[in-house]
């Protein structure tokens, strides 16, 4: 049903690619997601096990990021684990009675510890305020399901929010293999930093070689400020992302990767990304990226390109995002395939509205393409690229071949195309290009 579903809205947005103009935009497919995921009921309490245990004697939590967060200060060398059962966050403190590791007084609760939730497990965050102690290594690790409804999680370093520079550990939030995640209706702030699986909140696979089970994301009508990445997922099933508003990221605001299929990206508004890393992406796409359509997203002032896509994505579909003053290119398509651009509004970026490298089966069609620092579209084949291709690359460069069409074109420093090496562009009559 889900794959369907992205299916049929591609299709809805882009009509028979190179037959026929695109029908225009259906809300349909998108108000079903949305109604879906804000209906959802949460599941409820079920007795089960929880333990307090050394985190390095349990599996859940000794991982690659076990050696940042027992460097903290007040790190107390204890962590929680749900072992069975559905749970609350209060009724998992009242019943641990551990308040110097997690204590919960009328909405508000302060996480001092790692909290595992093991597979099989539920967790369930609903109207609560939850701080994470930045100096005594909190963190919420899931391999069984999270629900986060109505609440506000936020990094905490005592009175102040958590800060990073970046590689400094900062509380996270991280979901693995057959985990579920949904957050709706909630404010997550200061959290992450540049680690494996620990920048922000992240939805993950324990490996890329072909994982046995991989995890869901239904992330719906969020505030996500602050936080390394706003959001990381990586090899997942599903990843529905609807209508959160994602501020001052300080790399990515999206970060989608690792095979990543059946993606429902909409109607989010992405601000201010990239603040640590000058190639900080509002959205990034990479590495076998597929079926996933990107719909009538705002993402502005991104320090590198709005957009990326690269190493091999493919069936994607972008329609009617506004993308504009980014620090890089607004829209950036690097050795892919079978991916349609259409009706994006895409002005004032620091080089080029779009720029393509080493794709085919692109479609570039009704765009706007204006006020640009480079060009409205800008055209490469590998030859454009001064150093030789990593084995990964080689793999996936292909002709560049793309059709473009009925875009509207104004004031592109460097005019409405520049073509650099060998490109095929369609038709071969009455192409924009």
């Not at 049903?1 to 225009?24: E, I, K, N």
């Not at 550990?169 to 494996?196: E, K, M």
């Not at 259409?342 to 794709?359: C, P």
Request: charged content about 25%; overall charge negative.
């Amino acid at each position: 049903m889900r794959r369907f579903l992205v299916l049929a809205l591609a299709l809805a947005l882009a009509g028979p690619a190179l037959a026929t103009p695109p029908v225009p935009a259906s809300r349909d497919a998108i108000n079903e997601a949305l109604d879906g995921i804000q209906s959802l009921p949460l599941p409820l309490p079920e007795a089960g096990e929880l333990r307090v245990g050394r985190p390095a004697d349990e599996r859940r939590l000794n991982r690659g990021f076990l050696e940042d967060l027992a460097a903290q200060p007040d790190w107390p060398d204890q962590g929680i684990v749900i072992a069975a059962g559905r749970y609350r966050l209060e009724d998992v403190a009242t019943e641990l009675d551990r308040p110097e590791l997690l204590a919960c007084e009328t909405d508000t609760c302060r996480l001092a510890a790692p909290l595992a939730v093991e597979h099989g497990a539920v967790l369930v965050i609903e109207g609560l305020t939850v701080e994470l102690e930045q100096r005594a290594g909190a963190a919420i690790v899931a391999f069984g399901d999270l629900f986060i409804s109505l609440s506000a999680i936020e990094g905490r370093a005592g009175d102040a929010p958590a800060t990073t520079d970046g590689e400094a550990f900062r509380p996270f939030i991280v979901a693995f293999d057959r985990s579920r995640t949904v957050i709706r209706g909630s404010r997550l702030a200061a959290l992450g930093y540049d680690g494996n699986g620990a920048t922000g909140l992240s939805v993950t696979v324990t490996s890329r070689d072909d994982p046995p089970a991989r995890p869901v994301l239904q992330l719906v009508g969020n505030l996500i400020e602050g936080m390394y990445d706003g959001v990381q997922v990586r090899g997942a099933a599903e990843a529905t992302l609807l209508r959160n508003r994602i501020r001052a990221s300080l790399r990515h605001g999206i970060a989608i990767r690792d095979g990543t299929a059946d993606g429902l990206i909409a109607d989010n508004d992405i601000v201010g990304s990239g603040a640590m890393a000058d190639n900080g992406n509002g959205l990034l796409l990479s590495r076998g990226i597929t079926r996933t359509a990107v719909l009538a997203n705002r993402i502005i002032d991104s320090a590198g390109a709005g957009i990326q896509i690269d190493k091999g994505a493919f069936d994607l579909t972008l329609a009617g995002n506004e993308l504009a003053r980014s620090g890089r290119d607004g829209l950036v398509l690097y050795e892919s395939w079978s991916v349609d651009l259409q009706r994006n509004a895409i002005a004032q970026n620091g080089r080029s509205g779009i720029r393509i490298r080493a794709a085919d089966g692109i479609l570039v069609s009704e765009n706007g393409l204006t006020g640009n620092a480079r060009a409205g579209i800008d055209l490469q084949d590998w030859s454009t690229v001064t150093k030789p291709p990593s084995e990964e690359e080689a793999a996936l460069i292909r002709p560049t071949e793309v059709t473009v069409k009925g875009n509207r074109f104004a004031d592109n420093a460097r005019g409405d195309c520049v073509v650099q090496g060998v490109v095929t562009i369609l038709p071969a009559e009455g192409s924009d290009c």
